[in-house]
């Protein structure tokens, strides 16, 4: 099996086969401080990956109900002067 065929699952389940020190009721694996540390720098990398993404569907979100209010408030009121309607090249996100 090609290294791009096998699911993470299969992946971590391998080497903790090939690493694993003992087999009690805790897991103790044989790896150097680079392997460490680079798995920490991954997951750092992951969970700030995954913030920045929350971040940016909140700012979308806003942005939809903004205009959607806007032109809620344009279709109930044309001539209201707060009733601003995005142009139609402009981004909602």
Not at 10 to 26: D, I, K, R
Not at 35 to 58: K, N, P, S, T, Y
């Amino acid at each position: 099996m090609s290294h791009s065929d096998r699911t993470l699952k299969e992946f971590l389940g391998e080497f903790v086969e090939e690493h694993a020190l003992t087999s009690g009721g805790e897991l103790v694996l044989d790896v150097s401080p680079e392997e460490i540390q680079a798995l920490g720098d991954f997951f750092v990398r992951g969970l700030c990956g995954w913030m920045l993404g929350l971040d940016i569907d909140r700012r979308r979100a806003h942005r939809l109900v903004e205009v959607t209010e806007n032109r809620r408030a344009a279709e109930e009121d044309p001539c209201a002067e707060d009733a601003e309607m995005p142009e139609a090249d402009e981004p909602i996100n």
